[in-house]
């Protein structure tokens, strides 16, 4: 059974940091893509980055201000979110993709002062 568990959500004021961790745990094979997604209230769940083998991906609204890294000897994949905005509060999404697709529970991120 493989489970995604999720971290390091919370409140923060604009222009703060915050740093989400995402671990699996159980039997993966094959890990193709550790992403990150967000869904913010009443808009459809978006891809915000992702890292697979020789690169990585990010959506434009928040290049030059979030980093996805990979702990691949601890199937953890963590992404290092700067200089938020209000437009970043959402709940995020851990996802793995192998054989099958994997996702996390969720956590929740606000941006607000």
């Known amino acids: 059974q493989v489970q995604l568990v999720e971290s390091g959500g919370g409140l923060v004021q604009p222009g703060g940091s915050l740093r989400l961790s995402c671990a699996a745990s159980g039997v993966i094979f094959r890990i193709n893509r550790m992403a990150w997604y967000r869904q913010a209230p009443g808009k459809q769940r978006e891809l915000v980055a992702a890292?697979?083998?020789?690169?990585?991906y990010y959506a434009d609204s928040v290049k030059g201000r979030f980093t996805i890294s990979r702990d691949p000897a601890k199937n953890t994949v963590f992404l290092q979110m700067n200089s938020l905005k209000p437009e970043d509060t959402a709940v995020y999404y851990c996802?793995?993709?192998?054989?099958?697709?994997?996702w996390g529970q969720g956590t929740q991120v606000t941006v607000s002062s």
């Open positions: 890292t697979v083998s020789g690169g990585t």
């Open positions: 996802n793995v993709d192998s054989v099958s697709r994997y």
